[in-house]
């Protein structure tokens, strides 16, 4: 079992920044990926960004591409996802998920172990 504890997320103007962590625990030597997701009212949960526990290989969503950076440090097992730019549209929920497989992409359902979301509200 993997746990996720998320935190950093608050309310910030367009055009600041936000980082956010999520710290894992339990059996963290499992996990194979880290991804952040959010989701809206009304809106179906999306992948932001997600990042190999192994080497760092990350991939980006096009809404946030340019704008933040997802960096991992094993030896605090944590994640973190720094976020520049912030539009108003980016205000959500956002949640930390870890996998254990290599098959493990930009659904939510590739992905086992779950964050308790930290809200991000960005005021335009």
């Known amino acids: 079992q993997v746990q996720l504890v998320e935190s950093g997320g608050g309310l910030v103007q367009a055009g600041g920044s936000l980082r956010l962590s999520c710290a894992a625990s339990?059996?963290?030597?499992?996990?194979?990926?880290i991804a952040w997701f959010r989701q809206a009212p009304g809106k179906e949960r999306e992948i932001v960004a997600r990042?190999?526990?192994?080497?760092?290989?990350?991939f980006y969503a096009d809404p946030v591409k340019g704008r933040s950076t997802i960096a991992r440090d094993n030896a605090k097992d944590t994640v973190y996802l720094q976020m520049n730019g912030l539009k108003p549209e980016d205000s959500s929920v956002y949640y930390c998920?870890?996998?254990?497989?290599?098959?493990?992409?930009?659904?939510?359902?590739?992905?086992?172990?779950w964050g308790q979301g930290t809200q991000v509200t960005v005021s335009s």
């Open positions: 998920a870890a996998s254990n497989t290599l098959y493990s992409f930009n659904s939510p359902t590739h992905y086992d172990y």
């Open positions: 339990g059996r963290t030597d499992t996990i194979y990926r």
């Open positions: 990042i190999r526990w192994s080497d760092g290989s990350t």
